[in-house]
């Protein structure tokens, strides 16, 4: 008798004991550092594809940069050399050395990547803004762009930001020359067109804000509906995601269900989280901003891991490391990677949001 109760003391010991331990690879929520992480060696190995906005020159000149990229990231995005203003250099006349530049390291690392952006209100070049001609003539001269890009990069570039920011943050439509002369339809037939270029590219409508603005979110996804509904080929929806410290876990899980919520892929396309959204000049990057900075990412990649792995397009950051930021001087150190090359806590909270 007395053998029994001392073997069933030592097991419930040894349950108490391994109940308590840290291997229990159970998730708490209180979003402490002790957080399991996904095992991996480096982020090529994530669920989806994880990539990074780029620049050419340091993707020329720094072997750092260009390591990173090659050891990390399975996707790029280039951060300026597709924009309208760098190619366009008249009707019918491209510079795409940079793009050229950027794709050919890509598939040489075996990288998709990712077009950023056919039309966008801004890096709209001044031959463009002060062209005059009927409605037709500005639909042909939308059409003879997207069309002559995406050609241009056709079996190259899987997937388009086909129209990037064209809803403001009240819900109204974004001003700019193609809503002046074409009207609302200029949406619609950049889709068609791009389609008509390439009808393997996967296509986007990127936009920012659908995290911290309910009007925005909401005006978003009607315009998605409606052209879904008029068979538009719009293929997926990115949340830019420039975000900060102080933004909210559960409007960043839900714009990114809202979208899923849609049926059609999901790109978290230009995620950064700043930890001085005030651009305060005398701040300091400590480990409270970093804590803050780590549960940020963490449930950008929970909220991934939330929708259906059909429509997980994957995550792109907006830049390398903090240095190549474009918020860098604000000051500001708004990636998973520092300056010096090293992964930030931020990478943690980032592997950490693979666990659902
Ligand atoms: O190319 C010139 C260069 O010749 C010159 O020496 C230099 C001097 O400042 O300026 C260079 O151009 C700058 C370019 O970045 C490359 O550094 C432009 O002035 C500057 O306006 C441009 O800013 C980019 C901005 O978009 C506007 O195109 C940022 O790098 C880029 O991060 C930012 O990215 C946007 C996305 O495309 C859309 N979503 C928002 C996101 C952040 O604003």
């Excluded at 109940?19 to 996904?38: I, V, Y």
């Excluded at 001085?276 to 300091?284: G, L, M, Q, S, Y």
């Excluded at 963490?298 to 929708?307: A, S």
């Amino acid at each position: 008798m007395k053998k029994t109760l001392t073997v069933i003391l030592f097991a419930f010991t040894i349950t108490l004991l391994w109940a308590c331990s840290d291997d229990d690879n159970t998730p708490n929520t209180n979003g402490n550092t002790e957080l399991p992480k996904l095992d991996i060696a480096n982020l090529r190995e994530a669920p989806f594809k994880i990539g990074a906005a780029v620049s050419v020159n340091p993707l020329k000149n720094d072997t750092k940069y260009r390591d990173i990229l090659i050891k990390e990231f399975s996707s790029i995005t280039a951060e300026n050399a597709m924009k309208m203003s760098v190619i366009s250099k008249g009707k019918g006349q491209y510079n795409f050395t940079d793009a050229d530049y950027i794709v050919d390291f890509a598939h040489q690392n075996n990288m998709r990547v990712h077009g950023h952006t056919l039309i966008w209100y801004r890096e709209t070049p001044s031959w463009i803004t002060s062209f005059t001609g009927t409605k037709d003539d500005w639909k042909n001269l939308m059409k003879q762009y997207i069309q002559d890009v995406v050609t241009h990069f056709k079996g190259k570039v899987a997937s388009w930001d086909v129209v990037n920011e064209v809803i403001m943050d009240d819900g109204t439509y974004r001003p700019c020359v193609w809503l002046t002369n074409i009207g609302t339809e200029y949406i619609e037939l950049a889709f068609q067109y791009a389609h008509e270029a390439d009808p393997d590219a996967i296509l986007f409508y990127n936009e920012y804000g659908q995290e911290y603005s309910h009007a925005k979110n909401v005006a978003i996804n009607k315009l998605v509906d409606e052209l879904l509904a008029k068979n538009v080929p719009l293929h997926g929806i990115g949340l830019q995601m420039h975000t900060d410290i102080n933004k909210l876990e559960d409007r960043i899980k839900y714009a990114i269900r809202a979208a899923a919520a849609r049926n059609i892929q999901v790109h978290v396309s230009e995620l950064d989280v700043s930890v001085n959204p005030e651009n305060k000049a005398d701040v300091t990057f400590t480990d409270a901003l970093a804590k803050k900075q780590q549960d940020i990412y963490r449930y950008i990649t929970q909220g991934m891991m939330g929708i259906p792995q059909g429509l997980q397009f994957g995550i792109t950051m907006w830049g390398v490391t903090d240095q190549y930021s474009w918020r860098y001087n604000s000051p500001d150190w708004v990636l998973p990677f520092s300056d010096k090359y090293e992964r930030k806590s931020a990478y943690d909270g980032f592997l950490q949001g693979f666990y659902k």
